[in-house]
Nanobody, 118 residues
Framework: QVQLVESGGGLVQAGGSLRLSCAAS????????MGWYRQAPGKQRELVAT???????NYADSVKGRFTISRDNPKNTAYLQMNSLKPEDTAVYYC????????????WGQGTQVTVSS
């Protein structure tokens, strides 16, 4: 089992910044991908950004140029730096961890609320 603890959500005005953190613990896989997804009210959960342990990244088009994902591998922690936030970024943000070959083992954090006011 892998446990994920998120922090860093909150309320910010449009144009502001927030930084999310996700710390993984437990049975850490040597091969893993950490990332962030979000879910707004009435909408499906969607990809925000992912990063492999080796540093390969993937971003949703809607956040490219504004959000940056990073990792501290020795600490098994992923970060999401969110700049130039927009009201449409308002959602619950979930940390995601996939480990093992083909990411067959998947875990989710409890979610953290990000609210961007206009």
């Amino acid at each position: 089992q892998v446990q994920l603890v998120e922090s860093g959500g909150g309320l910010v005005q449009a144009g502001g910044s927030l930084r999310l953190s996700c710390a993984a613990s437990g049975s850490i896989f040597s091969i893993n991908v950490m990332g962030w997804y979000r879910q707004a009210p009435g909408k499906q959960r969607e990809l925000v950004a992912t990063m492999t342990k080796g540093g390969n990244t993937n971003y949703a088009d809607s956040v490219k140029g504004r959000f940056t994902i990073s990792r501290d591998n020795p600490k098994n922690t992923a970060y999401l730096q969110m700049n130039s936030l927009k009201p449409e970024d308002t959602a619950v943000y979930y940390c995601n961890y996939r480990g093992g070959i083909s990411g067959r083992y998947e875990y989710w954090g409890q979610g953290t609320q990000v609210t961007v006011s206009s």
